[in-house]
């Protein structure tokens, strides 16, 4: 049974930074796409940030892109999240998915496309 975990939320004033983790178990996720999306109360959930499954290449929402940065660890099957220079806006419960197989990239920004998600962790900014 797929596992993933998230850890690294908290409370930052604007303009701090936060490191996210997610650290999937179960199989093995190398064909694997993992992206990171989040939702806050009342919206949808909005994709922030994917990974492809060799972890050449990288996806990320207007609103995070040049402030968070998406890395792979593919031997400890862990996708981390950088994010800096955070604002209010970023408030958000962060998730963690996984999308199989290789063709998933192409919809990397869906998150009808996961497969596996994780518990969350909330990221809060104060103004």
């Known amino acids: 049974q797929v596992q993933l975990v998230e850890s690294g939320g908290g409370l930052v004033q604007a303009g701090g930074s936060l490191r996210l983790s997610c650290t999937a178990s179960g199989r093995t996720f190398g064909t694997d796409t993992m992206g990171w999306f989040r939702q806050a109360p009342g919206l949808e959930r909005s994709f922030v940030a994917a990974v492809s499954p060799g972890g050449g290449s990288t996806n990320y929402a207007d609103s995070v892109k040049g402030r968070f940065t998406i890395v792979r660890d593919g031997p400890k099957n862990t996708v981390y999240l950088q994010m800096n220079s955070l604002r209010p806006e970023d408030t958000a419960l962060y998730y963690c998915?996984?999308?199989?197989?290789?063709?998933?990239?192409?919809?990397?920004?869906?998150?009808?496309?996961?497969?596996?998600w994780g518990q969350g962790t909330q990221v809060t900014v104060s103004s």
């Open positions: 998915g996984i999308a199989r197989g290789y063709n998933t990239w192409r919809h990397n920004f869906d998150y009808r496309a996961y497969d596996d």
